[in-house]
T-cell receptor, first 107, second 115 residues
């Protein structure tokens, strides 16, 4: 069983919809990273959080340490948000990655 | 500003041939460096990380090796490639040492196909 579980695996939305991607993690993970991978493969770090909530533009990330759960929200989704979103748990010197969520936003 | 380079961008190699992928970082000193692999349809997997010149930690047993001959250079190698080595290889760096709690910055990646 992976230490980091993401859901859903695939998500299709219409432009403008509110998107939520969920991530659950196991004991021993002290921080959560959210990454975005574009079709060409390039990866961009979106957030790193160990408590509370962070916001950047239309993206919001939250983490609940007691429940070992994090969510990534996208407000007013746009086709350019289409990508794979990956959560990764930090434990010691290593990151453990979820399988990723393929998001497709249709115009 | 900091930048990270990887080359080559794509590579097709026969089984049993050697491999050398290079990663260099500019604009920062003493970064932590990481090699990841993403196999087709699978998540990212940490292969190696380095906290300094000549210091390499291996996460998974395999026929790959890593070296850090200079502060901002990280090399991934193999003496004999296997079919299972095919995948997308990503180099990343982070600042400071609080484990993986620092933000990591990823290179553009190398897509390796072993035939």
């Amino acid at each position: 069983k992976n230490e980091v579980e993401q859901s859903p695996q695939n998500l299709t939305a219409q432009e403008g919809e509110f998107i939520t991607i969920n991530c659950s993690y196991s004991v021993g993970i002290s921080a959560l990273h959210w990454l975005q991978q574009h079709p060409g493969g390039g990866i961009v770090s979106l957030f790193m959080l160990s408590s509370g909530k962070k916001k950047h533009g239309r993206l919001i990330a939250t983490i609940n340490i007691q429940e070992k759960h994090s969510s990534l929200h996208i407000t007013a989704s746009h086709p350019r948000d289409s990508a794979v979103y990956i959560c990764a748990g930090a434990s010691g010197s290593r990151l453990t990655f979820g399988e990723g969520t393929q998001l497709t936003v249709n115009p | 500003s900091q930048t990270i380079h990887q080359w080559p961008a794509t590579l097709v190699q026969p089984v049993g041939s050697p491999l050398s992928l290079e990663c260099t970082v500019e604009g920062t000193s003493n970064p932590n460096l990481y090699w990841y692999r993403q196999a087709a349809g699978r998540g990212l997997q940490l292969l190696f990380y380095s906290v300094g010149i000549g210091q390499i930690s291996s996460e998974v047993p395999q026929n790959l090796s890593a070296s850090r001959p200079q502060d901002r250079q990280f090399i991934l190698s193999s003496k004999k490639l296997l079919l299972s080595d095919s995948g997308f290889y990503l180099c990343a760096w982070s600042v400071g040492w609080s484990g993986a709690k620092n933000e990591q910055f990823f290179g553009p990646g190398t897509r390796l196909t072993v035939l």
